[in-house]
């Protein structure tokens, strides 16, 4: 495409993302532009956006990426369709992966915890800065200067300790004994999401038990937990044991009477059939101790070691395998034991542990969940689910869950509980609201004597708080539950909540629970759930397979606009693997976007007039059609955040419709014109399309559009910057007829290829051309046979009734 004749341009002739999309990121930090980002509270249509606050590990991948972009796209597009919008960014610091960081790369002991504290926060803060200029180099602009917020700070410390108290106040926090899982490695509990399964060698052990007068074979793999074996199950169906069940059998070599039970989840193919229910070797083991009330035995303590077992305790639980193997052996109980390869639950996620997990109990502190399934079930059900079907997986969640939510943590990084207790009768008691943030384990408590039972023994805890329960607030810190009453009742509930659908059990179900329970409403009307980004092989990105994509490699080389088309022409919710090739394309039509503006821009100067439908010649009117229904197609699709029907409609118009039809026809009305008039409708087209267009593309590719408007509308505009500008609507351009101007379009397009297959430059002169048609397609491509002849450099053209063909005449 060259430049205009009548102008220079002042744009580069190939689009340097680079340099550009620094520059913007610059100036949308600038006070000047802020006004186009921030929450004003002027009395618009408030829409507030939930967004996930990243775990701060110091690493922005592509899946964070994907996330940015779709809550900085559906910012940006609301922002233009006239709202005032809420766009937060929290950051989710606290956690064992950030203490084990410091711990073993800093050295620095978890003993003082004051200090360890401030080793972690200091190690969070480096981790958030190199997460946010990725963030920002991806376009990302959410209101920092308002709605950042960070889980370590004592101002959120303050927010969930609040939120705890109210919980307390409404009865609903408890605290008693409770098996955690447990790495003995790195001495603390850990959450479910820090586990996996790691494949083991090991061995499986049959061992014979006494029960009545015969015997009942029992496989396992752990027979070190004997001393803590409570009962043996078989499923009900198994013929083989229907006589065993209800009667009582002796344990091997610690000799306790221990019940046979029938239980349904029992695995008839697993090993014998039968299994021994232990406290606690699995999680099996927990849900049985609580179904059937079974009396606890310690078997492991904290540092991996036996206790409550003999001449076993002190050693470590794999020599005591080895030992009770031995011992059982002898005794004449081992009957044989076999290799087996088994999925042993390890300490694998978010740190390089690998040690297998145990179940300690520990006194714990819970929030009474069970109780507000029905509330949780009821809320869901008014949201909009998209796509639906991750509404039934929440319900399915909700209905499986067998136990109250554990909220305590044996850690250091994180919020504390903020409660006592009396040692004598387990009262909780609350601090007073304006000692808070508080720590317990430190602070000394409100009352001296316990209002309960009068004693005084009031004890604190070091116990901090899930990660969970700092961030299942998000809704209710973004809009103002704790500062600004009057925000809150026109910001809540958050129009929407942007997440990732592996976090529907934890996130999602934790938040509608604990702000459904204090506000008394569920805390979104809406949430958009997003699948995965894979690598490039189709699995999961990780560190280890060496397929991990981290958007600066693509930024550096195609520029973050490339980037986000391209993970925008995904479909919302499922998992997909990540590829370069929408990412070249995605560049390729941005040079597009660029050259078809700096062509135009050389027509503009000054004021260019509106569209006026009276001028417009056919190939106008076709054009401005199709925008028009662009505009409708991409309008809807982003109110359904269908963002690859958006992107796709808009690519299809800009670069096949205009860019390789209409500017190609426009040109001679532009160089060679017949009349003033003419060429001046015809820059008036051309800046309408580009004007609707790059607000169309604006929450999508925010830089390359921002740098266009600045060269070639603003001064007409006056807007401050394209995202201030509103967003198009089909009503503001003419309705116009673009049948006859497709016709002429589909006839340059033909002869073009004509040219082509006789070899010729599409500049080159030809003699003349006969075009078929039917007598209503011939009339109208005489009606406009000079646009025809002037873009083709054809002297003369024939006209023939027939089927719609065209033939050159060299
Ligand atoms: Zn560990
Ligand atoms: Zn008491």
Request: with cysteine.
């Amino acid at each position: 495409m060259s430049s205009a004749k009548d102008g220079t341009s002042k744009m580069e002739k190939v689009y340097s993302p680079r340099s550009v999309e620094e520059k913007w990121q610059k100036a949308w930090m600038t006070e000047e532009f802020y006004q186009a980002y921030k929450f004003k509270n002027d009395g618009r249509p408030v829409f507030t956006i939930d967004t996930p606050p990243p775990f701060t590990s110091g690493e922005l991948h592509m899946g964070h990426a994907y996330w940015n972009v779709i809550n900085d796209t559906v910012a940006r597009y609301k922002r233009m369709t006239g709202h005032d919008v809420i766009l937060p960014q929290g950051w989710d610091c606290q956690g064992l992966p950030t203490e084990l960081k410091v711990q073993y790369r800093w050295k620095v002991s978890r003993e003082d915890r004051a200090l360890f504290r401030k080793k972690c926060e200091e190690w969070t803060a480096n981790m958030i800065d190199s997460m946010k200029r990725t963030m920002i180099r991806l376009g990302y602009r959410p209101d920092w200067e308002q709605f950042e917020y960070r889980t370590m700070d004592k101002s959120y410390w303050r927010a969930v300790q609040e939120t705890l108290i109210q919980m307390h106040e409404k009865g609903l926090i408890y605290r008693k004994e409770f098996p955690v899982h447990w790495c003995s490695k790195c001495g603390t509990a850990l959450a479910q999401a820090e586990l996996g399964y790691l494949q083991k060698k090991g061995k499986l052990y049959y061992l014979r038990f006494r029960a009545g007068d015969r015997d009942l074979e029992v496989a396992t793999t752990r027979p070190e937990l004997l001393n803590a074996c409570q009962a043996l199950a078989v499923n009900p169906g198994d013929s083989r044991y229907s006589w065993a069940v209800g009667k009582e059998a002796t344990v091997p070599i610690f000799g306790q009477r221990v019940r046979v039970l029938a239980d349904s989840s029992v695995d008839m193919e697993f090993g014998t059939g039968v299994v021994m229910i232990c406290t606690y070797g699995d999680e099996q083991d927990i849900k049985w101790q609580q179904i059937y009330k079974l009396p606890v035995t310690r078997s492991v303590d904290e540092y991996g070691r036996m206790v409550n077992a003999g001449k076993y305790n002190g050693m470590k639980v794999a020599d005591a395998r080895e030992e009770v193997a031995k011992d059982l052996e002898a005794e004449g109980s081992l009957i044989r034991s076999e290799e087996f390869v088994h999925n042993v639950l390890a300490h694998t996620e978010r740190a390089d542990c690998m040690t297998p997990i145990e179940f300690l109990t520990k006194d714990q502190w819970f929030i009474k969940s069970m109780d507000f399934k029905e509330t949780v079930l009821r809320e869901a059900e008014r949201m909009e689910w998209i796509p639906e079907f991750v509404h039934s997986r929440l319900v399915d969640w909700v209905n499986s869950i067998e136990w109250d939510w554990l909220i305590s943590r044996q850690r250091v990084f994180g919020t504390p509980i903020p409660f006592w207790f009396c040692s004598d009768c387990n009262h909780i008691i609350a601090p007073r609201r304006e000692d808070l943030p508080v720590d317990t384990s430190s602070a000394p408590p409100p009352v001296e004597r316990c209002p309960n039972c009068g004693g005084s023994r009031i004890t604190g805890t070091s116990d901090v708080c899930d990660c969970w329960v700092d961030s299942s607030i998000t809704p209710l810190i973004v809009t103002g539950y704790f500062r600004d009453r009057g925000l809150f009742e026109r910001a809540y509930p958050a129009d929407l909540r942007q997440q990732g659908h592996d976090i529907v059990r934890t996130w999602m179900y934790y938040t509608i629970l604990r702000c459904a329970v204090l506000t008394g409403t569920g805390p979104f009307k809406g949430a958009l759930v997003n699948g995965h980004i894979l690598g490039p092989d189709g699995t999961r990105m990780s560190k280890s397979k060496g397929n991990v994509i981290i958007p600066e490699q693509g930024i550096n080389q195609y520029g973050a606009d490339a980037i986000r088309q391209a993970l925008f022409s995904l479909t919302i919710g499922s998992d997909f693997p990540f590829k370069w090739e929408p990412v070249k394309y995605g560049k390729s039509f941005l040079q597009k976007v660029w050259s078809s503006s700096r062509f135009a821009e050389g027509f503009f100067s000054g004021m260019v007039a509106k569209v006026n439908p009276k001028g417009l010649d056919e190939t106008d009117k076709w054009i401005i059609s199709r925008l028009r229904e662009t505009i409708s197609k991409a309008r809807d699709a982003m109110e359904k955040y269908q963002f690859h029907i958006a992107v796709d409609a808009i690519q299809k118009f800009y670069w096949h419709d205009f860019c390789d039809q209409y500017i190609e026809a426009v040109k001679p009305r532009l160089y060679s014109p017949r009349n003033a008039e003419d060429k001046a409708t015809a820059v008036s087209v051309l800046h309408t399309v580009i004007w609707n267009s790059i607000r169309l593309l604006a929450p999508i590719c925010p830089h390359i559009t921002e740098e266009i408007y600045q060269s070639l509308f603003r001064e007409n505009m006056g807007f401050v910057s394209v995202h201030a500008a509103p967003y198009p609507k089909p009503e503001e351009l003419p309705e116009v007829d673009g049948t006859k101007g497709e016709k002429v379009i589909a006839m340059i397009a033909l002869l073009r290829t004509r040219k082509v297959e006789n070899k010729l430059a599409l500049s080159a002169g030809v003699r003349g051309a006969v075009i078929h048609g039917n007598s209503e397609e011939l009339k109208v491509y005489k009606e406009n046979e000079w646009l025809i002849r002037q873009v083709l450099h054809i002297d003369s053209l024939e006209y023939k009734i027939g089927e719609k063909d065209a033939e050159l005449i060299k």
